[in-house]
């Protein structure tokens, strides 16, 4: 592929007033999925001229000291320069093993979890959920849409997580959120998620060639 994502500067935000540390946080994009209803892989097709990959690292960037991407084909994905490659740590074991590989995956005991066919990921949602984390001192801080919770646009805490996941893997839980019961879960209401995301975009995956067009003609007016 022509497109490269460069080097992405991982630069720390100015989110200091409000508590945040980015030394803490990993930031880990979930990519390489069958992409069936795109007819090609969307983490890779190009958004406003380079891989949708890329435009959500470069959105997540500022936020993370440590970036990871979880693929099983790292060779499509070797233009990436500053972001960790990693595989499936839980081969075959669907979205419950995706989820743990991305938390397993990451050194810092706050993860944040994107899908890579995310193009309007937030920041500011990240930012919020880790001060609501940590006030709080929840385990998960996930939104739940009309669609259901939103695993893949979510902090959590490594240590606490992590366990519960492996436990309902072995288990044989399949459900991404079977584990839940287990951790303490702080759901963001509709209200902070206006707030924290007044687009109302962030949680939209672009499955198809129409919505990744759509999503294109979006971008280009932010």
């Given at each position: ?12 935000p100015?989110?200091?007033?409000a ?6 946080l ?22 406003l ?26 060779a499509?994905y070797?233009?990436?320069?500053d972001a960790r ?14 989820l ?19 193009p309007?990921a ?19 801080v ?38 839940f ?11 902070e ?16 060639p ?13």
């Amino acid at each position: 592929m022509a497109c490269c994502v460069g080097r992405v500067p991982l630069r720390a935000p100015a989110f200091e007033n409000a508590g945040y540390n980015t030394r803490m946080l990993s930031v880990v994009v979930q990519a390489g999925g069958q992409s069936s209803r795109m007819g090609e892989d969307k983490a890779l097709k190009s958004f406003l001229g380079k891989p949708l990959v890329t435009r959500v690292i470069e959105r997540l960037a500022p936020i993370a000291d440590e970036l990871i991407v979880t693929t099983n084909r790292p060779a499509d994905y070797a233009f990436i320069k500053d972001a960790r490659l990693t595989a499936d740590l839980k081969p075959g074991r669907g979205a419950l093993g995706g989820l743990y590989t991305a938390i397993a995956s990451a050194s810092h005991d706050y993860v944040a979890v994107v899908a890579c066919d995310m193009p309007f990921a937030s920041t500011r949602l990240i930012e919020s959920a880790y001060n609501l984390l940590v006030k709080e001192e929840a385990d998960v801080v996930i939104a739940k849409t009309d669609e259901g919770y939103e695993p893949f646009h979510a902090l959590y805490r490594r240590e606490t997580c992590l366990s519960a996941i492996e436990a309902a893997i072995i288990e044989d839980k399949w459900k991404v959120i079977a584990w839940f019961p287990q951790v303490k879960v702080r759901t963001l209401s509709p209200d902070e998620l206006k707030s924290f995301d007044p687009s109302g975009l962030c949680f939209w995956n672009v499955n198809t060639p129409e919505e990744f067009q759509k999503a294109e003609q979006l971008a280009q007016s932010e």
